[in-house]
């Protein structure tokens, strides 16, 4: 396994055969981008809405808000500058995947803990495969251009984590995010290599 996703935790790398099909599909690719930016704004919002007494989750999500926001708009002016226009949302297989894992009617603890964790495991998913456009793409533009999404991405992949140790057990938290590493990585195998989606 990849030293680099042994560092976010992931348990299985990307297929390599996703970076060059990706590249194929630089329309398709980046109209699905906007639409995941677009989502995690919208998701941190959700967060803040339901724990507005958490203060300090309130205080580090707001200003994720306007940063994920203004990524929308960057992945929106780079494909206005190549001629694509942003075409419509599709379903996100991987993201309701994921959500199929989450524990349903349990504790107030255990829903924040399972939601905390669901981000965080989408964020470090897409900061891997950020990397691997920034290492893998032949436009030395674009290569920069996700280089600065990766970094960005494993930033906000760390502070889900540390919100979530802030509010639970640490021991709670480690067990939990082993069990979602591990299904994130068997559901990863079940679908297929998709170079017109982000995940």
């Not at 919002?45 to 300090?56: A, E, F, H, N, V």
């Not at 793409?137 to 251009?145: A, M, S, V």
Request: hydrophobic share 40%; proline share 4%; with cysteine.
């Amino acid at each position: 396994m990849s030293s680099k996703v042994s560092i976010l935790g992931l348990k299985l790398p990307t297929d390599p055969r996703w970076v060059n099909l990706a590249a194929i599909s630089l329309d398709e690719v980046l109209t699905d981008h906007a639409f995941c930016e677009q989502k995690a704004a919208t998701s941190c919002i959700s967060l803040i809405q339901r724990y507005p007494d958490k203060q300090r989750l309130v205080d580090e999500l707001a200003p994720i808000v306007t940063e994920e926001w203004g990524h929308f708009r960057q992945v929106l002016a780079e494909m206005k500058k190549r001629g694509f226009v942003l075409g419509k949302q599709r379903k996100d297989e991987y993201v309701n995947n994921l959500m199929n894992f989450q524990q349903k009617g349990g504790a107030p603890a255990t829903v924040l803990l399972d939601r905390l964790l669901i981000f965080a495991l989408i964020e470090a998913r897409s900061c891997e495969r950020f990397r691997l456009l920034s290492e893998g793409l032949e436009d030395d533009y674009l290569r920069e251009f996700y280089r600065r999404f990766m970094i960005s991405e494993a930033g906000h992949y760390r502070l889900f984590i540390d919100l979530a140790n802030e509010y639970l057990p640490e021991e709670m938290v480690k067990t939990r995010w082993a069990e979602w590493l591990k299904y994130e990585a068997d559901m990863i195998q079940t679908l297929p290599v998709r170079g017109d989606r982000m995940h």
